[in-house]
């Protein structure tokens, strides 16, 4: 609905609508609205909100010159529209406006203010100075419509144990395949959230890497037992708290583990003496088992998968999995060995990245190199792919 004019507007862009959307749904209970001044100066300070821990005030400061002028002139009780991107998308009753300072809440969301650490600048820049707080009503689609099959799908299976995985997946390699086989051996239902950044500057797009994944899930999983779940993953999950966030949203949805790797930034600042200490050791009432897995590489010598904790061999046997490396290779149209990206997963996202590679000779190139059985069909550039590392994978007899 194009914005009436009627009230007073405030303009807040998607990322601040999509975390309005998710607390509304209860997604981050015990947050369940627009903190005031006063519980926004306790929890900044004690990190905590209603005996449950939580890293940072939830408020709604939207930044601009006109969001200001409107802020400063709000009484209590006052109705106001929420607008983004021109469309009326909800409305929120004033109960209080107050001062708060930007640099300040970047320092509570992301440890540090340096410009040097990614996302400080962006979100230093869509904080205004003037908090509002009241009862709010958002329209966001997305998050209710996921959060309703998941919870239909909980009760149609009456499943018990539901365990839950955060991926990016960019792309998706062996290591994240054998993390997922892991979790599902002693599950009744496993919940994939696939990371949905609202600014993707490095990385697959968030379509390839689900396509890729749902042919992942199509092919070599059972499919009864996975769902996957876009999070669109907003500034406030860009934090060194994020793995809290992440645990909310987890247990919120029905989640009674969380499975995360050893090597996750939130862990790591904790892991020493030969022992795990998560940040969840400190905060005992977020109601969610949360489950380790170690870290994955293929030894040379193994010749298999192995964790390096088990692995009796040097660093200099293995392979590592290491995403970005893997991702260059893509980005510059080459196929990773089968040993790192499953050859279907590779040949979605290879076939997704490079539309026209081809062009018109693809059949041509297919039926001079492939083994056929006779039957000429149309090949897709996935078949194209899948085929390729076939032949890359033949060796001779002699």
């Known amino acids: 609905m194009v914005s009436s004019r009627k009230n007073k507007t405030l303009y807040i862009d998607t990322e601040a609508l999509s975390s309005l959307a998710l607390v509304q749904e209860g997604l981050i209970t015990p947050v369940t609205k627009l903190m005031n001044k006063a519980q926004a100066d306790e929890v900044d300070e004690t990190k905590v909100y209603k005996g449950v821990p939580f890293p940072f005030s939830f408020i709604l400061a939207p930044s601009g010159r006109r969001n200001e002028e409107v802020l400063l002139s709000l009484k209590k009780g006052e109705e106001i529209d929420l607008v983004n991107e021109g469309y009326v998308v909800g409305s929120l009753i004033v109960e209080e406006t107050f001062e708060i300072d930007p640099v300040a809440r970047v320092?509570?969301?992301?440890?540090?203010?340096?410009?040097s650490h990614a996302g400080v600048t962006k979100t230093i820049n869509r904080i205004g100075k003037i908090a509002v707080s009241?009862?709010?009503?958002?329209?966001?689609?997305?998050i209710s419509q996921h959060f309703k099959r998941v919870k239909s799908l909980i009760k149609s299976k009456n499943a018990k144990t539901i365990s839950s995985i955060m991926l990016n997946g960019s792309p998706l390699h062996r290591a994240h395949e054998r993390v997922l086989r892991q979790a599902l051996d002693d599950c009744d239902l496993l919940i994939i959230f696939l990371l949905k950044p609202f600014n993707t500057i490095d990385g697959l797009r968030y379509d390839i890497r689900h396509d890729a994944l749902c042919k992942f899930i199509e092919n070599f999983l059972p499919q009864n037992k996975v769902i996957v779940v876009p999070l669109e993953t907003s500034y406030i999950f860009a934090g060194y708290n994020e793995l809290i966030?992440?645990?909310?949203?987890?247990?919120?949805?029905?989640?009674?583990?969380?499975?995360?790797?050893?090597?996750?930034?939130?862990?790591?600042?904790?892991?020493?003496?030969?022992?795990?200490?998560?940040?969840?050791?400190?905060?005992?009432?977020?109601?969610?088992?949360?489950?380790?897995?170690?870290?994955?590489?293929?030894?040379?010598?193994?010749?298999?998968?192995?964790?390096?904790?088990?692995?009796?061999?040097?660093?200099h046997h293995h392979i590592h999995y290491h995403s970005p490396s893997i991702l260059k290779l893509i980005e510059n149209g080459i196929m990773p060995p089968s040993i790192l990206v499953r050859r279907e997963v590779s040949a979605s996202i290879l076939s997704a990245l490079f539309p026209n590679r081809f062009d018109d000779d693809l059949q041509e190139i297919y039926y001079a190199l492939m083994p056929s059985s006779g039957i000429i069909e149309k090949p897709s550039q996935e078949d194209f792919y899948v085929q390729l590392m076939g032949l890359y994978q033949t060796s001779s007899l002699t």
């Open 107 to 115: 320092v509570n969301i992301f440890g540090t203010c340096e410009e």
């Open 134 to 142: 009241g009862e709010y009503n958002v329209t966001y689609p997305i």
């Open 245 to 315: 966030l992440d645990a909310l949203v987890a247990r919120n949805y029905g989640c009674n583990r969380l499975v995360v790797g050893k090597n996750h930034d939130g862990l790591g600042l904790y892991y020493d003496e030969n022992r795990l200490n998560t940040i969840f050791d400190s905060f005992k009432n977020i109601k969610i088992e949360i489950k380790t897995t170690e870290t994955y590489v293929y030894c040379n010598q193994c010749r298999t998968l192995v964790s390096t904790v088990s692995c009796p061999h040097g660093s």
